[in-house]
């Protein structure tokens, strides 16, 4: 735990007890406008751990930047020990053009730990790894499914840690996945920083789902309360069930073309056999069944209209280990 001392972050600074905005400039719009990414600091006047909460990674997913918002708005960064640093949207060039990517078509997310003289997305990731992540104690990165895949709310991290697997239990999301850091992600710069790091992934792309935000504050909160930090005027919130932990899980695929209409599954255990969805052509002339290939929960659901042969449709658990009996079902 670093001991609580004036903050140096972006060039400013900011000291014990103090409540900042600071708008970081990394380089400005082709018309030579100004787009600022706002970084929004609370520190205690007590020593404490240093937390980050994150969303807009990728510009388009909304559901995390609402999380992060709600967690300001509520007054949940106020921290009783320590520092909140909250950035709610990182990606600020994708997020006006409601794009995933940023400006210079590179993912974000894949260029970690980026270049001082590399890219404009390249630039980006070298300053939140040289300003952000050494501050840093334990973070919550927030994440939506992209191209119109629906995420139940789920926190994912990397298998055998158990510094993260004891995060991820207080934090309790509905499921948690075991999944490898990909090369180049935020969560990898993380892990190689030893920041704590769980990623949170829930709802879909250029969408608000409020059972998904609400996950996400409510674990935010218990997060919170088990390091201590909470404010005492916050209520937490205890989990009803233990979060459902899946080793491992497949994609199905469309196995035709056509209009896909969903039966609202996601989040739910389905047995072999269940029907998902049917595929049917504009003009009435075939109706396929989407059936599940085998029992498990639907943690992904692909909610476009229109599907092609091959497209990822339902993302089903295989291997399930339970909280409470540490077993295999």
Known sequence: MKELLPMIIFGETVLPGENRTINVEIARLHTTTKLNIPVIIRRSKIAGPTV?????????EINGVEIV?????????RPARGTIICIPIINMYGFVNKSRE??????????FPGSKK????SRFAFHLVKEVLPLIDYAVDFHAGGASRFNAAQIRLTENNPDLKALADVFNAPFTLYSKN??????????????????????KSLDINEDVANEGVRGVKRLLRYLNILDEKQVEEPALYPSIYIKNSV?????CSGLLHDFNTVGSFVTKGTILATITDPFGKFERKVKAPHDGYVINANHSPI???????????????STKENGLY
């Open 52 to 60: 980050l909460f994150s969303a807009g990674i990728h510009g388009d």
């Open 69 to 77: 918002r709600q967690i300001i708005s509520k007054k949940i960064n």
């Open 102 to 111: 940023f400006p210079d078509g590179r993912d974000l997310n894949r260029v």
């Open 118 to 121: 590399g890219s404009l997305a």
């Open 182 to 203: 990909i090369a180049g992600s935020f969560r990898s710069a993380s892990e190689k920083l030893k920041v704590k790091m769980l990623l949170f992934e829930g709802g």
């Open 251 to 255: 994609w199905m695929r469309a196995k």
């Open 307 to 321: 599907v092609y042969q091959g497209d990822a449709i339902y993302h089903i658990s295989k291997t399930v280990v």
